[in-house]
């Protein structure tokens, strides 16, 4: 078990460390080198700002995180004992994209807590909820405020799946291996592997063909990029 946890304490630090990494890339332009995005005045700090609240933001926040409540509920696939495929992140994806990452994160860390609060499978976790909240915010960063370019938005789609398989896989199993759900972080990880492929799968296909969904979606709804 203290051999597990040191492994599990190494895999954070190492994730942590990538992705401190990853966001500087960001900031120096090297993340999205063949992105048009900076040629057209894309800025991380306006990715970043809290957006503005408006009476229509609020409404469909709201119904985003009753979606995403639902979607966790009855909309969560199972395959054997190991396997689980929600689909709750279509809802969060789109308050994400949007909206930006923090009303995005929020989306995802408040059905969580609707989930936990209505259909209670074990204590609740609030690592867990962070990390909800955590997947929003980094949809919010790849998809909120973007130019529709095939290239780079494909580019983003795999980087951003890759981000999310990855804090899937090992924060994740590391907040369930504290809670006493696994034995060790080895076999946890090998237990949660085939899943994780699935979803990420799953979530790559809809990502990449997402883009004129959500364009369709910001002019139906007169939504203002702040």
Request: proline share 4%; charged share 15%.
């Amino acid at each position: 078990m203290k051999k597990g946890r040191e492994v599990a304490f190494l895999t954070k630090s190492i994730f942590a460390c990538g992705a401190v990494s990853a966001f500087r890339c960001c900031k120096i332009r090297i993340l999205y080198p063949f992105c048009s995005d900076y040629r057209k005045g894309f800025s991380m700090k306006n990715i970043l700002k809290f957006p503005k609240f408006s009476v229509y933001k609020l409404c469909a926040l709201s119904m985003l995180v009753a979606i995403t409540a639902i979607l966790a509920i009855f909309c969560t696939f199972r395959i054997g004992d190991a396997i689980k495929i929600p689909l709750k992140f279509i809802s969060v994806f789109v308050a994400s994209a949007l909206f930006g990452p923090w009303l995005g994160g929020l989306c995802g860390a408040l059905g969580d807590l609707i989930n936990v609060f209505l259909v209670p499978s074990g204590a609740p976790l609030p690592l867990l909820t962070v990390l909800e909240f955590f997947v929003g915010f980094i949809y919010g960063i790849f998809f909120y405020n973007r130019t529709p370019n095939s290239k780079s938005h494909i580019f983003r789609c795999i980087i951003c799946t890759a981000i999310i398989f990855l804090s899937d896989i090992f924060l994740s199993t590391a907040v369930l291996l504290k809670a006493g759900y696994f034995p060790d972080f080895i076999s946890a990880v090998i237990i949660r592997l085939p899943a994780g492929i699935i979803k990420a799968v799953i979530q790559l296909v809809f990502f990449i063909f997402s883009n004129h969904f959500i364009t369709v979606l910001k002019r139906a709804g007169r939504l203002k990029n702040e």
